[in-house]
């Protein structure tokens, strides 16, 4: 049985994704403490929800998705309740292992995952690192149960926060790249639901042909941009107006802040 700890919009996103890829809703447990939101995913994927120590109970497998924030005082709230059968599996950014261990007795295993919101559609993208008394089988569990809704990597704990920066808020910086192109096109004169089929069509087909071209970006963006053309002078500006800095700091401030988040 697994338990997914705070239901909102990652817990929903791996519950979603777990339930289509053949996890049976009999072996999936939510505990949400927002009673309207719990009855909305109840209602809409037909789950039981409990509360966190009950979860702890009734589940191998805990998935903890609350925000860092809360992240300690549920961990205590159940941590008498876990025992070394026990499987816990944090995605919280910036909560390091060690805090998590510190706040659990004895040798109950701790994996540390960084997935992002496409898990929702099996187009996942997690990252995870075990922590002391996690062994390879249960470091395994993790990945195999992760892997059901998207690609995993292991990577060092001290990565972590760098993954956060990059793949788990990544989506949000291609929708707001997506959204800004829609408000262009709109800003010209276009429909809005032209312009959003126009947009949603172009970004998800130059991540197909990343996905299945395997190219490099570079060789990719050179391919678009035809001598003396319409790429070459909307690059230019992008260039003119610090865009790759501005992304790399970007990048750069979600580090630090996932950072933040281990002080609490
Ligand atoms: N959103 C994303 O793309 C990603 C998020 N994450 C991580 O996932 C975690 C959740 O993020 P996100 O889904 O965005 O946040 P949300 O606020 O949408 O979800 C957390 C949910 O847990 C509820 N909650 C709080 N305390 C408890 C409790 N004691 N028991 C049960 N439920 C509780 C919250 O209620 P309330 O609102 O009242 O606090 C809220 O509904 C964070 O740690 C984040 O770092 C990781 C990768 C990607
Ligand atoms: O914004 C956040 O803090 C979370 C972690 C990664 C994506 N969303």
Redesign the pocket.
């Known amino acids: 049985m697994i338990a997914i700890v705070g239901a909102g919009k990652m817990g929903e996103a791996l519950l979603a994704g777990l339930l289509a890829t053949g996890y049976e809703r009999s072996e999936v447990l939510i505990s949400e403490s927002v009673r309207e939101r719990a009855d909305e995913l109840r209602e809409r994927y037909g789950v039981d929800d409990v509360p966190a120590t009950e979860a702890a109970r009734r589940a191998e497998t805990l998935i903890l998705a609350i925000k860092p924030q809360d992240m300690v005082e549920v961990v205590d709230e159940v941590a008498a309740t876990l025992t070394a059968r026990h499987l816990v599996i944090s995605v919280a950014?910036g909560i390091t292992t060690s805090v998590l261990e510190k706040h659990l007795a004895g040798e109950v295993a701790v994996v540390r995952a960084m997935p992002?919101t496409p898990a929702l559609v099996g187009k996942g993208m997690t990252a995870v690192s075990g922590g002391t008394h996690a062994t390879d089988e249960q470091l395994d569990r993790a990945e195999g149960m992760l892997r059901s809704v998207g690609e995993v990597v292991r990577v060092p704990e001290r990565h972590m926060d760098t993954v956060?920066a990059i793949s788990?808020?990544g989506p949000a910086y291609f929708y707001f790249l997506t959204e800004t192109l829609i408000e262009s096109a709109v800003a010209m004169g276009m429909t809005r639901a032209t312009a959003q089929a126009l947009a949603r069509r172009t970004i998800a087909g130059a991540a197909a042909m990343l996905e299945e071209s395997g190219e490099h970006p570079v060789v990719l963006r050179e391919n678009v941009t035809s001598p003396g053309g319409t790429t070459a002078a909307a690059l230019r500006e992008l260039e003119r107006h610090g865009v790759r800095t501005a992304v790399t700091e970007a990048v750069d401030a979600a580090r630090s802040r996932s950072r933040d988040l281990s002080e609490g």
């Open positions: 950014a992002n956060t788990g808020s």
